[in-house]
């Protein structure tokens, strides 16, 4: 056995010991771009959650007023998840800030609970951003799926059609959401100095525990041919290179499935 392999056995037997010891009592899920919170029930995931015996609390939605809107609460003592809805066109800062209302109205009417966020595709990116910006809200573990730390360039192209007089026609085509997303495609380029996922990467990022789940490689159209695998992974992070735990990894495309329910609830679980 080589040096890297036992040193992924150790790793691996750390993030085992770390998580027995966790209990999450509030899971918040957070959609990515072009989704809503129903994509986790579309999928299964919300009851994989359930039939590990986590309760559904409901959705958490901004109003337009940007008020919070909450569903009744759950008694309190039971594993809860959330479903987060986002303006999923709106630039980065803008979901976060949406994403931090709803927690601090969660937080109101549950008490100081431990809290972890799920993030799919951008939504990952988003909920880093709101730890990044808001620290002080303690979230005790991120857990993020195909998300596009190190951006993709599936934004790049889209942006580019977004600025050319193709984007006229977009409505035509139904395609209107190019320009309502240009600066979302804006946050979302590759990393490169000077733009923003650069920044929001080299900022001190809050202590917790930071898991990625990330797509195996595809050929053709097997796997996530929407965000690079080497992007999803927290560990390239210039900022938390140190901080991650081992990621896991599910051989599928980019859309959330239930077997991404089935990873969450024993990851949550333990």
Same mark, same amino acid.
């Not at 959705?59 to 999923?88: H, I, W």
């Not at 931090?100 to 008490?111: D, F, P």
């Given at each position: 056995?080589?040096?890297?392999?036992?040193?992924?056995?150790?790793?691996?037997?750390?993030?085992? =010991?770390?998580?027995?010891?966790?209990?999450?009592?509030?899971?918040? =899920?957070?959609?990515?771009?072009?989704?809503?919170?129903?994509?986790?029930?579309?999928?299964?995931?919300?009851?994989?959650?359930? /039939?590990?015996?986590?309760?559904?609390?409901?959705?958490?939605?901004?109003?337009?007023?940007?008020?919070?809107?909450?569903?009744?609460?759950?008694?309190?003592?039971?594993?809860?998840?959330?479903?987060?809805?986002?303006?999923?066109?709106?630039?980065?800062?803008?979901?976060?800030?949406?994403?931090?209302?709803?927690?601090?109205?969660?937080?109101?009417?549950?008490?100081?609970?431990?809290?972890?966020?799920?993030?799919?595709?951008?939504?990952?990116?988003?909920?880093?951003?709101?730890?990044?910006?808001?620290?002080?809200?303690?979230?005790?573990?991120?857990?993020?799926? %195909?998300?596009?730390?190190?951006?993709?360039?599936?934004?790049?192209?889209?942006?580019?059609? %977004?600025?050319?007089?193709?984007?006229?026609?977009?409505?035509?085509?139904?395609?209107?959401?190019? /320009?309502?997303?240009?600066? =979302?495609?804006?946050?979302?380029?590759?990393?490169?100095?000077?733009?923003?996922?650069?920044?929001?990467?080299?900022?001190?990022?809050?202590?917790?525990?930071?898991?990625?789940?990330?797509?195996?490689?595809?050929?053709?159209?097997?796997?996530?041919?929407?965000?690079?695998?080497?992007?999803?992974?927290?560990?390239?992070? %210039?900022?938390?290179?140190?901080?991650?735990?081992?990621?896991?990894?599910?051989?599928?495309?980019?859309?959330?499935?239930?077997?991404?329910?089935?990873?969450?609830?024993?990851?949550?679980?333990?």
């Amino acid at each position: 056995m080589t040096i890297r392999n036992i040193r992924g056995v150790l790793i691996g037997l750390v993030f085992l =010991l770390t998580w027995s010891t966790a209990r999450a009592d509030v899971t918040l =899920l957070v959609h990515g771009y072009l989704s809503g919170d129903d994509a986790w029930e579309s999928s299964g995931v919300a009851r994989e959650l359930q /039939n590990s015996g986590w309760t559904s609390g409901g959705r958490v939605r901004v109003g337009a007023r940007g008020e919070v809107l909450l569903p009744p609460n759950v008694a309190s003592g039971q594993r809860v998840f959330y479903l987060a809805d986002l303006p999923s066109e709106a630039p980065l800062t803008v979901q976060a800030d949406a994403l931090k209302g709803g927690l601090i109205a969660l937080r109101k009417q549950r008490g100081q609970e431990q809290t972890v966020l799920v993030g799919h595709s951008a939504g990952g990116v988003v909920a880093r951003l709101l730890m990044v910006r808001f620290p002080e809200l303690a979230i005790h573990t991120l857990i993020t799926i %195909a998300s596009p730390h190190l951006g993709t360039d599936k934004a790049e192209v889209a942006g580019l059609v %977004a600025s050319t007089p193709l984007s006229m026609m977009a409505p035509m085509m139904g395609l209107d959401t190019l /320009n309502r997303s240009r600066s =979302l495609y804006e946050d979302l380029v590759r990393e490169r100095p000077g733009n923003f996922l650069y920044w929001l990467n080299h900022q001190p990022h809050p202590k917790a525990r930071y898991l990625s789940i990330i797509r195996q490689e595809g050929f053709a159209f097997s796997g996530d041919n929407t965000v690079p695998v080497a992007s999803q992974d927290m560990a390239r992070v %210039a900022a938390l290179k140190d901080q991650t735990l081992p990621a896991l990894t599910i051989g599928q495309d980019h859309a959330l499935s239930r077997q991404d329910g089935v990873t969450l609830a024993r990851v949550l679980t333990r």
